[in-house]
């Protein structure tokens, strides 16, 4: 049941501009499948769904994975956009984006593979990134405020 419903979420986000988990549990419900926000929830984490701007200052999901170069330059774009500021305190940094944009920003992160960082935590316009050490901590802020220019 699973590998169906992911696979409809998967359908619906390419064929409506599905802007939040309620709309996507909605439209699931249409389809047939008896779900929780929870479940769908998770199922977005599992299909490392993201969010993009679309017009009128709205964001839809979608899915990621694809033609590799093609989503590396969006996840450059997220991040570059998205990104309001960058600070840390000891091995922790904190992003604060636009409204709505962490999980995106917090995916383009996870694309850069810097093996820096431990893991992220995304809100709605606050990341958190564990960094093994202070020191590579400041070193990441660097990079990540080079990639912004």
Known sequence: MKIKRQSKILELIREYE???????ADLLVEQGFNVTQATV????????LSKVPIENGRQKY?????????VTEKFAR????????????GNII????????????AAALDS????????C????????????SEQKA????????????
């Open 62 to 70: 979608i899915a990621v994975a694809g033609e590799q170069s093609i």
């Open 18 to 24: 599905v802007e939040t988990q309620e709309m996507l």
């Open 41 to 48: 929830s998770r199922d977005i984490r599992e299909l490392k």
């Open 112 to 119: 850069m593979d810097n093996s820096e960082i431990m893991g």
């Open 78 to 89: 997220v991040f570059k956009e998205g990104v309001v500021s960058l600070d840390y305190a």
């Open 138 to 149: 400041t070193e990441l802020i660097e990079k990540l405020r080079n990639s912004r220019n």
């Open 94 to 105: 904190v992003i604060k984006t636009l409204t709505g944009m962490a999980m995106a920003v």
């Open 121 to 132: 935590i995304a809100g709605d316009d606050t990341i958190f990134c564990v960094v093994r």
